[in-house]
């Protein structure tokens, strides 16, 4: 575990970090040391520039002792709204509208609800959902916690959802995907905490006409939807052109004024569709015959390898074999980025971007996001049985994987016949897929040619040998060289 410093006038602190941990944690962290609030009211800076608190340190370039400058935000930055867009995984829509920074996550829910139910959708309903504790004959009604994907983590109890944008960090644009996670919590209870949560954070705040940028609306998700942040997966950027009359949404929140210097590596996801050929690509391939021929420099390099594999070789003792693995786990650390590519049941590929040190868990809730039911169990496979575990194993060190991975995504016993049926992708990453790119064809060897060159070099070093000769042989009558 590392740390950073952070400058307050004349004070400092010192903040234990994690890779995972984001800015606006150590944020809030330090106004707590230094006994100031709101937390909300300031912002962080890195040689003079801010920082957006939004990222989480691994998707920064702040290294482990690095100094950062707690800061007082603007009145106008503090008041500058911040366009929300939620997408709902149950239906295909986007509930867009703005909201100030001081709004905390659940008064937005709120406020997205009693706009639905104000235009005609009576039976909107996210705050309020209940589900009965048995399949059949009687039983308690317990209560579903609605969960929000947003800047790279969930919230899914009611003290993450009394958070407010300015706590989290959030910038001019949020996406936000909800989903809801079952509880043990009895329904009339969960109304309870509700009443006094909402004393307690208030209404939604919305700003004033002048300053809301679109009016609140709802698009479908097929309208750039697949740049919508979940969990730690990083912005999905589709591959494919968009319609020119969709609405074009930033690839990820911008950080504030000057944030160059905290450009967080940020991977993206390829698409690609199934060919459409009967016959596979391999064997569309016309590979000449001169490719399986073998030549005398191949020849006496198999020579050369079976020699040295023939010798006797000492088996390492246990201290060669710690070293040669930390050798190994060091250049598994070095690692930036690592692409695994992933097929889906309809033969779509998708190429999934991730950081050297993501681990299995945050693989699999990149994968989730870009499924049609995310709600829906599924197991990711290397061919032909072996499991991925949804668990924080890294995916480089504890299991193995290196750029180029191919994993194959299965579903779940327990999953629904709808999404069996249906395509697995949602409907917008289809639209934006592209053909696989073609496969090079080999290039044909000409065998001949090679024993050309080897004769050729042969001679030539005949002719060196037979004029070195003859001047040994002249030296010798004339006696030359000698005392």
Not at 42 to 59: C, E, H, P, V, Y
Not at 111 to 140: D, L, Y
Not at 388 to 393: A, E, G, L, Q, W
Not at 450 to 468: A, I, R
């Amino acid at each position: 575990m590392s740390n950073v410093v952070v400058l307050f006038g004349q004070r400092r602190a010192t903040i234990k970090t994690q890779p995972t941990k984001q800015l606006s944690e150590i944020r809030t962290e330090a106004c707590k040391i230094f006994n100031i609030s709101p937390a909300s009211g300031f912002t962080l800076k890195r040689n003079g520039a801010k920082l957006d608190l939004s990222l989480q340190l691994r998707f920064t370039t702040i290294a482990a002792g690095a100094k950062l400058e707690l800061v007082r935000v603007s009145n106008n930055a503090a008041s500058t709204p911040v366009q929300v867009f939620l997408r709902t995984t149950d239906s295909e829509e986007q509930l867009n509208s703005a909201f100030t920074p001081s709004t905390s996550i659940f008064a937005i829910l709120r406020k997205f609800e009693q706009t639905e139910r104000a235009a005609g959708r009576g039976n909107f309903n996210i705050t309020e959902r209940g589900k009965p504790s048995g399949t059949m004959g009687s039983g308690r009604l317990l209560y579903q916690m609605p969960a929000v994907r947003v800047t790279n983590r969930e919230l899914k109890d009611f003290e993450g959802l009394s958070r407010t944008l300015a706590d989290l960090g959030c910038g001019p644009r949020e996406r936000m995907v909800l989903r809801f996670v079952p509880t043990e919590i009895p329904f009339e209870e969960a109304l309870e905490r509700i009443g006094k949560l909402e004393e307690a954070i208030g209404t939604a705040e919305t700003p004033s006409e002048e300053a809301i940028p679109a009016s609140s609306t709802v698009i479908p998700t097929k309208q750039n939807t697949d740049n919508v942040d979940m969990l730690d997966a990083p912005p999905i950027i589709p591959t494919g052109a968009q319609d020119s009359n969709s609405t074009t949404e930033p690839e990820i929140a911008q950080s504030l004024d000057g944030a160059n210097d905290a450009q967080p590596a940020q991977p993206a996801i390829a698409v690609f569709k199934p060919s459409n050929s009967p016959t596979p690509a391999a064997a569309r391939l016309e590979v000449p015959d001169s490719v399986y021929e073998v030549g005398i420099n191949q020849v006496k390099k198999m020579k050369e390898i079976y020699a040295k594999e023939g010798l006797p070789v000492r088996l390492p003792s246990d201290k060669e074999i710690e070293e040669k693995e930390a050798v190994l786990k060091q250049e598994m650390e070095k690692i930036q980025t690592i692409k695994i590519k992933i097929n889906y049941p309809q033969n779509f590929i998708v190429v999934q971007e991730l950081s050297g040190t993501s681990t299995a868990s945050e693989l699999y809730t990149q994968v989730r996001a870009t499924l049609r039911y995310p709600n829906e169990p599924f197991v990711l496979m290397i061919p032909p049985r072996e499991k991925i575990p949804d668990s924080p194993k890294r995916l480089t060190i504890d299991l193995k994987l290196r750029s180029g991975a191919s994993l194959h995504l299965v579903w779940a016993n327990e999953a629904s016949q709808k999404a069996r049926n249906q395509p697995a992708l949602t409907q917008d990453l289809i639209d934006a897929s592209k053909e696989l790119p073609k496969t090079v064809e080999p290039m044909d060897v000409d065998v001949d040619d090679e024993k050309d060159g080897l004769d050729k070099g042969k001679e030539k070093k005949k002719e060196v040998n037979k004029k070195e000769g003859m001047e040994k042989k002249l030296k010798g009558l004339l006696r030359l060289g000698k005392k």
